[in-house]
């Protein structure tokens, strides 16, 4: 199901009339200016629940989802170069597993849940992803440009809004890595050998094996993270 052709087509001042009050609407707003291609925004009003796969195309788009996001098959986010494009979700999302790629902006207002992996790549271009409530997942794999945030209802980023193993790039000051991407000579003692490519983890990769069930860490590596970190 491709996401930036659900709903209705709208104006970015018909939607400033509704969602002015949001916390996030500025930012929201801002995606016009981001891009030289007109962005014509689209609103799904009220909950979206199926079984397919949801994606996006390359962009750039402006999308709202005043509800739930709930699917059995994956979420994947993702643009063409340099094509920024914003997603709001006012409820909450579900899903297998997420990916938020190249220059997608994505903020869910309420929890996040994934039944797999949650993978972001592509900071550089833009890529981001904030969680109002808090972010469930078996494993949140960035790559050590890419961002996230979640907030548990309160105003800012906080650790124990992140129900997750989560790999990735340190000093952020929004999260704080389980393990760090960059330490890429210990890649072959942490994940499995499907999720590898010349011995470092390739996101893609664990993006495919967790769609078939799978983790992307070992299993001793995974028991001794999670009873770390109480999971």
Known sequence: MRLDEQGREVSFEEL?????????????????????????????????????????????????????????????????????????????????????????RVVVDRDLTASGVIVGTWGTDGAVLGVGGTLTARALLLDSHTPVWANAGGPRSVPEAFRTLIVGGRGWQEFKPDLDCGDIERHEQTYVPEVLTRGMLDHAKALEHARRGGSPFLPEVERALREKKGL
């Open 16 to 104: 400033s009339e509704r969602y002015r009050g949001h916390d996030l609407w500025d930012w929201f707003l801002e995606t016009r200016t981001l891009v030289d291609t007109e962005v014509r925004p689209r609103l799904i009003e009220g909950s979206l629940d199926t079984s397919e796969d949801v994606e996006t195309g390359e962009g750039p788009w402006a999308l709202i989802v005043d509800g739930d996001l709930v699917t059995t098959g994956d979420v994947l986010l993702t643009t063409g170069d340099y094509a920024t494009s914003t997603l709001l979700v006012t409820g909450h999302l579900r899903a297998r597993s997420l990916e938020y790629a190249t220059s997608a």
